[in-house]
Structure formats: C-alpha cells, structure tokens
C-alpha cells in the first residue's frame, strides 16, 4: 500500500536576482520517514528549507508541506511542524520547564495538554529535578534532547532538524538517534540535514544537493552500490568534488 507523502516539490526553485540558490529540485517524503537532505556548504539546503518551512516564498515550481501550499499557505505549515536547529532552539535564560510551556504556548496548546506531557517528558529525560534550573546550566547533550522533545512537544506531522547533533559526543548522538526513530515509529516525519555521513546511514533515504540541484535521492544501500563507495562519506565525497560554489 503507497504511504501518504507530507512533502511534495515539483521543480522547486529560488532566484536570487541572478543566482539560482535551489535549482528545480523535485521528491516526495513519506510520512512517518526519516529523510536524510545532504550537501556541502553552499549546496542550496538552508534556502530549500526555509521554503518548506514556510519563511521564503519560491520563485518557482510547485511544494506542498502537510498539505498545504508553500505559495498560499505559510502560516498553516508553520502550525503543522516543528523546527530544531544546531545553533538556536532554547531560551537559555529560562528555565527548562519554561521553556516547554513557552513553545507549546506558541502553537496554541491547552494548560492541561502542556501540564500533562510537560511532567511526562520531564520523566522520560530524567530532568525532574534539572525542571527549574536554566536551560544554560545543562549539558550540550541534554540541551539537545531537550530542544528535539521541544521541537515536537505539540505533535506536528514533520519536524525539520538542521544539524541537530553538532558538538556533541558519539554517545549523546546515538541516544538523539534513538528518539528520532521512536518519533518516526510514533507517525512524526523526520527531515533531518547532517554533516555526519555515519548518520545518514541512519535515514530511510537520503538526497544529495549540489550547485542548487538534487544530484542524488535513493536509500543508503543504494547509493553506496551505485556510487561503489563502502560508506556513504564516500558517496558524498564523490559527489561533492563537483560542487563549483561555495557558502551559503
């Protein structure tokens, strides 16, 4: 049976003047799919996102995100997923619980849904007693945890994490994993972009951007097989020596 897809593009694309920063790509996520989005520096990930997460409006082609139009529709995709990024995603002079209340009230949810799951969480990351410390007292490790907990705290269809796991250790970055797959195996889409190629062999598939364009998209093993690489760092590797720009 075919799985619904929560994002589609068609010849997605955006101009800056003359500079194409994402050139016409197109592909489908699965809901429910951990979706790797790959590429060096430069490569268009950032811009791409940002129109699928509704704060850039496309130049051209065609997108929709739970649903709803990336043109027409911003504020509902905006209400329909989460975001977590590597360099800011918590109130670091707030406190742990304020910042989940802080988040869910963002999205609208009620004081019992935010009471309720609030002490749930705090149980399943072990931080009852870190509830009313600040954020910026905590590990990076747990910091992240935290941040991810948050990001889909109000159920959203998709969450997008962009390079969640930078900085910290192999440990904590195994244990990040496994709450991904648990939010996958509970129906929440996982876009995630990484600079570790060890984990893009954790995704479902994987695509690769250079120059603005998708030059790849299948699943690791598939990839690795077409490409003859052993790893898919080889597989990047090879694909990204033909990038011609740089920096984002």
Same mark, same amino acid.
């Given at each position: 049976m075919e799985r619904e897809k929560v994002i589609t593009t068609d010849r997605l694309t955006k101009r800056f003047g003359d500079f194409?920063?994402?050139?016409?790509?197109?592909?489908?996520?699965?809901? /429910?799919?951990?979706?790797?989005?790959? /590429?060096?520096?430069?490569?268009?990930?950032?811009?791409?996102?940002?129109?699928?997460?509704?704060?850039?409006?496309?130049? !051209?082609?065609?997108?929709?995100?739970?649903?709803?139009?990336?043109?027409?529709?911003?504020?509902?995709?905006?209400?329909?997923? /989460?975001?977590?990024?590597?360099?800011?995603?918590?109130?670091? !002079?707030?406190?742990?619980?304020?910042?989940?209340?802080?988040?869910?009230?963002?999205?609208?949810?009620?004081?019992?849904?935010?009471? !309720?799951?609030?002490?749930?969480?705090?149980?399943?990351?072990?931080?009852?007693?870190?509830?009313?410390?600040?954020?910026?007292?905590?590990?990076? /490790?747990?910091?992240?945890?935290?941040?991810?907990?948050?990001?889909i705290f109000h159920e959203p269809e998709i969450v997008f994490l962009d390079e969640p796991t930078g900085g910290v250790d192999p440990v904590t970055r195994r244990e990040f994993w496994n709450m991904i797959y648990e939010a996958a195996e509970a129906g929440i889409t996982i876009f995630v972009t990484t600079h570790y190629m060890d984990e893009a062999e954790y995704c479902n598939r994987v695509s690769i951007m250079v120059d603005g364009r998708i030059d790849a998209l299948d699943t690791p093993r598939n990839l690795k097989q077409q490409f003859e690489a052993s790893t898919m760092d080889e597989v990047f590797l090879k694909l990204a020596r033909k990038a011609t720009r740089a920096g984002e």
């Open positions: 194409t920063a994402v050139d016409a790509i197109s592909f489908e996520v699965e809901k /429910g799919e951990i979706f790797g989005f790959l /590429g060096a520096n430069g490569a268009g990930k950032t811009t791409a996102i940002r129109m699928l997460c509704g704060l850039s409006i496309p130049t !051209d082609g065609k997108a929709t995100v739970a649903g709803f139009d990336v043109y027409r529709q911003t504020e509902q995709i905006k209400r329909s997923i /989460g975001y977590m990024s590597q360099k800011f995603s918590l109130y670091e !002079d707030l406190t742990v619980r304020e910042n989940i209340r802080f988040y869910a009230g963002i999205y609208g949810k009620s004081n019992r849904f935010i009471k !309720d799951k609030t002490e749930r969480l705090l149980l399943q990351l072990h931080l009852q007693e870190e509830a009313n410390k600040l954020v910026k007292s905590l590990p990076l /490790g747990w910091k992240q945890k935290l941040a991810f907990s948050v990001a």
